[in-house]
């Protein structure tokens, strides 16, 4: 079982910053791609940003230039900073990991979201 804990989200204004953390634990031997989506109202979930083992990036192009996402293996974490947030940035923002469990499978797991909302 792998457990995974959000946090970082809140209010902020047009152009300010926020920074999302998530946190894994468990039954953990690897963790591979690691990402940040989102949903806002009435939308699909998607992919903000993900980041491979290695360190190779993928963002949407609604967040490039702005968001920036990294991670630590040995803490198990992801990181999304977002910088100059603007109110459609507004949604749900959803950690998932790709997780080699220590009974050899390959799962996906899904945080439980934190809200961030840009307004002034």
């Known amino acids: 079982h792998v457990q995974l804990v959000e946090s970082g989200g809140g209010l902020v204004q047009p152009g300010g910053s926020l920074r999302l953390s998530c946190a894994a634990s468990?039954?953990?031997?690897?963790?591979?791609?690691m990402g940040w989506y989102r949903q806002a109202p009435g939308k699909e979930r998607e992919l903000a940003a993900s980041?491979?083992?290695?360190?190779?990036?993928n963002y949407a192009d609604s967040v490039k230039g702005r968001f920036t996402i990294s991670r630590d293996n040995a803490k198990k974490m992801v990181y999304l900073q977002m910088n100059s947030l603007k109110p459609e940035d507004t949604a749900v923002y959803y950690c998932?990991?790709?997780?080699?469990?220590?009974?050899?499978?390959?799962?996906?797991?899904w945080g439980q979201g934190t809200q961030v909302t840009v307004s002034s």
């Open positions: 998932k990991v790709g997780v080699l469990t220590t009974i050899l499978r390959t799962l996906d797991y």
């Open positions: 980041i491979g083992f290695s360190g190779g990036t």
């Open positions: 468990g039954n953990i031997l690897r963790i591979n791609t």
